[in-house]
């Protein structure tokens, strides 16, 4: 995987320090903002987004947002008409509807959450517009959500706006279809094209970092997010640490993990410890035993909802962005990760998952995993199959 260098980034943990920071870069635009996200959640933090947002283009910056149709099944009529009046461009991306769940091609989400200001700044992470103390479907939480994005600010920027500009051709000319504009579509499609030929990256600060951006979709990056983790896990040689909400690694992946603690490899994983759904955290548990056989240590985030995608190899690797390691983001959904070469901001994301994973980790245990419950244990398989049985139907191999 190539990187770039000359990059600047900032390491945001937390809504606290991410909605100030893209807020900010929305109210310095003066030409573009473009933002994708799973879930826009119009709460206290998400209406300073969306405000910010309007505002920007009620002074005549282009405003485009697309939202995931599962995760924001409704933008609120007041917010639909500020936003329609300001000149806000938005899109729900492919809303299930009745039958929706019942078709496995729409099963495939938009689960990035990426941002670019002006061609100039950008964001990318696991954070959603939604606030840290609140969940959609729980209501208001004991203790805030636990996650990550990061700014960048060098060449990759063109890469995020690139990647961005092409998808939002690609909604525009599916809509144009549907109305039976057919000269309309194919001008949405030339553009989208054009976004991937003529945008160049800049030289960037040759003092900056390097980096890359990663992406998984369903044309030509299929596999590219867990191969730079198959990669970085065959190259460690010191220590592996990834912080990933939603966790069911496919085989290779497994096999990865389990030669490097082998190896001599300390391999920690911190996961998702608070029962959030019944998939999410029944079918992840029959692969633990063998990771805790092969000596890989699992920490369970205790203390409230663990949300990040993170990952720190030998203090000199980093990765922050938006997908799990699981079938969902590794097979099906859209998904963005930076990956970073540079040991000051890999140290820092270490030091931020170390001490979480001090203070709110639960280590695991292979003779007590082992002894769980039998109900625990026909729960943990039944999850499992049902996952297997979802991905045949998908058609996919994991």
Not at 52 to 61: P, Y
Not at 238 to 255: C, D, M, Q, S, T
Not at 294 to 309: C, P, R
Request: hydrophobic share 45%; charged share 20%; proline share 4%.
């Amino acid at each position: 995987m190539p990187y770039t260098p000359g990059h600047h980034l900032a390491l945001l943990q937390g809504g606290t320090e991410y909605f100030p920071a893209l807020i900010a870069a929305i109210d310095a635009s003066t030409q573009e903002v473009r933002l994708e996200t799973y879930i826009f959640n119009f709460d206290t933090q998400g209406e300073g987004v969306a405000q910010a947002l309007m505002q920007a283009a009620q002074r005549g910056v282009q405003v485009m947002v697309v939202v995931d149709g599962v995760g924001t099944p409704e933008v609120p009529l007041a917010w639909r008409q500020r936003w329609n009046s300001a000149g806000v461009h938005w899109h729900r991306f492919k809303p299930l509807g009745r039958l929706g769940l019942l078709i496995p091609g729409r099963w495939r989400r938009l689960h990035r959450k990426l941002a670019v200001v002006d061609g100039r700044v950008a964001f990318c992470g696991g954070i959603n517009v939604l606030d840290d103390w609140y969940d959609p479907y729980y209501g208001k939480l004991e203790s805030p959500r636990f996650d990550f994005a990061v700014q960048v600010q060098g060449p990759l920027v063109a890469d995020v706006h690139r990647t961005m500009r092409q998808f939002w051709g690609r909604l525009q000319a599916t809509r144009q279809l549907e109305r039976l504009q057919w000269a309309q579509a194919k001008a949405s499609l030339v553009r989208a094209t054009q976004a991937t030929r003529t945008e160049s990256a800049g030289p960037g600060d040759v003092a900056g970092s390097p980096a890359a951006l990663v992406l998984r979709d369903n044309v030509r990056n299929r596999a590219r997010i867990e191969r730079a983790y198959r990669k970085a896990l065959g190259a460690a040689q010191h220590e592996v640490i990834i912080a990933n909400a939603y966790f069911l690694p496919g085989g290779k992946l497994r096999r990865a993990l389990m030669h490097a603690a082998r190896r001599g490899v300390r391999v920690c994983l911190l996961l998702n410890g608070e029962y959030e759904y019944f998939m999410q955290y029944h079918g992840a548990r029959p692969v633990y035993g063998a990771l805790l056989e092969a000596g890989v240590e699992i920490h369970e985030y205790s203390t409230g909802f663990l949300h990040a995608k993170v990952a720190v190899v030998d203090g000199q690797w980093a990765t922050v962005g938006s997908s799990n390691l699981d079938p969902l983001s590794l097979l099906l959904a859209r998904e963005a990760n930076v990956v970073v070469q540079d040991a000051a901001f890999a140290t820092q994301l270490r030091q931020s998952l170390l001490q979480a994973i001090a203070q709110h980790g639960r280590k695991l245990e292979g003779a007590t995993h082992a002894r769980r419950p039998l109900g625990q244990r026909a729960l943990d398989w039944l999850a499992y199959g049902l996952m297997r049985l979802t991905l045949m139907l998908t058609g996919r191999r994991y």
